[in-house]
Structure formats: C-alpha cells, structure tokens
C-alpha cells in the first residue's frame, strides 16, 4: 500500500494494472537508473533514444487503440505509468504529454486519415509530440495567442513565436495554437499539427534555463512563414481549437495531480527512511515530537489528497470528471505538494539544501506545478464560476 496505507481503489486492484506497475518499474531501473537521469539533468536534455525504447516497451500510446499502434489501454495505465516516473525519480522525461496530452488530441479530434498518419508514429517513438500553447505575451488566456496561420491555397502560413513547451528540442510533432481568423476571438483559434523534419521557417530557439526540472528540454519555438498542408488543421473544420483545447484540459490538470501525488508520496518515503537513521542529541529525529507531529500532519493531508485523486481517477475514466473538479485536483494537490516537500526538506537540516538528495531536486521542480495547465489562480476562477 506504500507509506500512505490507502489501499488500491477496485478499478486500479485489477492483476494486468499489477503487472504493468511492475513492469514500467522495471523498465525506468533499467534504462533510467539515477546515474542515467543526472546525465540527462546535465545535458538539460532526455536521451533521444530513450524515445525509442519507451515505444520498444509498448509504453508509448498506452491508451491509443491497437488499430493504431496503441496498447489498447486507457487513463490507469497513463497513471501508473505517471506515478512510476514520481516514484522512481525519473526527472525530466516528458512521455506523460506525449501519451496523455498530444496523443488525445489526435485521437479525438483527428480525422481517420490524420490518426492513421500520425497515431502510429506516436507509439513507435518515430514521432515525439508537443504542443505549442504558451506565447511571451499569452499564457493562461489562450484567447491572447498571437500566432496566425493563414490559408494559401492548399496550405498555411505559420507566423508566431511560443515558449515553455515541453519536450521543445526533441518534439517533431507539434500542435500548435494558431489564430486562423484574427477578429473572431475564441472562434477564430484552431490547431494545426506542425511536423518539423525539415520544415523551413521553423526554429528552435534556447533550452531554457529553469529554476527546475534541469532534464526537461523547455523551449522557445519560433515559425517564420512554416508552410503546413490544410489537411495538417486538426478536425475538419476551422475555428474548433479552443473547444478542443477547454475538452482535453481537464485530463491535462489531472495528469499534474497525479503526478504531485507521486511526489508527496516520495518525499514522504525519503524523509521517514531519513529520519529513522539520522541521529542529533544521542536519539534519532524520528524520536523528537515535533518531526512525528510534522510527519503525522503531512500523512494525514496527503491521505486526503490520495483519496481525492482516486476519486478523480474513477470519474475521468466513467467520462464525468467536470473541468472544476479537475481545478480542485490540480491546484490544491499542487499547493500541498509545495508545502509538504518544503516541510519534508526542513527535517533534512543541512542536506535537504544539497543538490545530491532527491528532496533538493523535488523542492525546484515542485514549484512549476503551480503554474503551467493554467495557474492556480485561474483554476480558482474556474471552481468559482460554479458556485
């Protein structure tokens, strides 16, 4: 039951859920040991090959169908898959967005043509998938892109610079959030896939210098008149991006809950394993009071949030996880991911502030949880529309 004690929910109970958790374990301890993942911090960027093992193992597109190169599974596997690389400290590798945001985009809203295209080249690790939301001007209003693409002919022209996007030096595939009418607001954005291989106008620009997650190649993009076939617009029509958008956000702020808890969880195991050896005063730190009342708080609030995220889990697979219910998963595990790495860090003392500890790492890259799938803030704003 891990250091939470909450027992697996029924619809996680089941044995092939078991032996797939064992499986993708055994795979990041394999391929993906610690001595492997402080190269990727170092070089700010994933192994490309680490692509093609992933989808070599069959954990690219676990929730695409087979008739698409998939797995044929569905949101568990996301999520397992997500809580493996928490608790294994496998920093940096962007596969939860390229399985559980980009691929879903194409699933639903793609045409038959364009889900044979690309789906299968999703799963082999062919094709590495992003999506370009975020501009230096646009971040949480989506409705304030400035990227155009204007029709010509039998194509677009892609105009606009993006930043922050995940897997930005390593994705060829990239979704991108483009206004095909500029004086219809919400109505006038759409989604165009972009497939970089040797598309001219198309620069990557910096591998961004993070306050965390050092692995993670986030990145500024930039389009100089990319010229895209219109059968690239996702879905058929014009004007549909921002409905697509607001219908896959919801999965996109459960992904960030489930992967705060994998990190409480973590941090909960390493502080406990710490503070049972560690000794001051002739006792361990475990025998003082105060780190048994912090660690009592902390389990029991994580608790809460376990509970909560399985809750969400099993009313996004039964399709009725409504987008203010995945604000309150995404922001409130995100905030109390903040606090308790913050309080687990503090009983480290001195070492806790090391880079060499995990707890080091996780207290940076926890604080972007807060942020991106839209700010906490915004995600307040949205809960409160419902009240």
Not at 109 to 116: A, I, L, N, R, S
Not at 282 to 287: E, L, N, P, Q, R
């Amino acid at each position: 039951m891990g250091v939470l004690n909450v027992e697996k929910p029924a619809f996680m109970a089941e044995e092939d859920i078991a032996i797939f958790e064992d499986a993708v374990g055994k795979f990041f301890d394999e391929h993906a040991p610690e001595a492997v993942v402080a190269t990727w911090r170092k070089n700010h960027i994933v192994d490309r090959a680490m692509w093609n093992k992933a989808g070599e193992a069959g954990l690219l597109g676990l929730s695409l169908p087979e008739e698409y190169g998939g797995a044929g599974g569905d949101y568990r596997h996301e999520a397992v898959l997500m809580e493996q690389l928490g608790l294994k400290g496998v920093d940096g590798f962007g596969i939860s967005l390229h399985n559980a945001i980009v691929a879903p985009y194409i699933l639903h809203y793609g045409t038959e043509e364009q889900k044979q295209r690309w789906l299968p080249r999703l799963c082999t690790g062919e094709l590495v998938g992003a999506i370009a939301m975020t501009e230096p001007g646009a971040g949480s209003d989506l409705q304030g892109v400035k990227t155009t693409a204007k029709q010509a002919g039998n194509q677009y022209v892609i105009n606009g610079s993006k930043t922050f996007i995940t897997n930005g030096q390593t994705a060829n595939l990239i979704i991108v959030v483009a206004k095909t009418d500029t004086t219809l607001g919400a109505r006038g954005v759409s989604l165009l896939v972009v497939e970089t291989d040797g598309a001219e106008g198309f620069e990557r620009g910096r591998n961004l210098d993070k306050l965390g997650h050092e692995a993670q190649d986030t990145s500024e993009l930039f389009f100089n008149d990319v010229k895209a076939p219109t059968e690239n617009l996702l879905g058929s029509d014009e004007g549909q991006g921002f409905f697509q958008l607001m219908g896959q956000l919801p999965q996109e702020r459960l992904n960030i809950a489930v992967q705060g808890m994998a990190t409480i969880e973590r941090a909960l195991e390493l502080t406990i394993d710490y503070v049972k050896q560690r000794k001051a005063f002739g006792k361990a730190i475990i025998d003082f009071q105060n780190t048994q009342f912090v660690l009592a708080e902390c389990k029991t609030e994580a608790t809460v949030a376990k509970v909560f995220v399985n809750h969400c889990i099993e009313q996004h697979l039964a399709g009725k996880l409504d987008a203010a219910t995945a604000s309150m998963a995404k922001y409130w595990v995100s905030d109390l991911e903040n606090k308790i790495v913050d309080r687990c860090l503090q009983l480290f003392g001195g070492y806790g502030f090391m880079n060499e500890y995990p707890i080091a790492r996780m207290y940076r890259d926890s604080r972007v949880q807060r942020i991106y799938g839209g700010t906490n803030e915004i995600m307040k704003l949205l809960i409160a529309r419902t009240l």
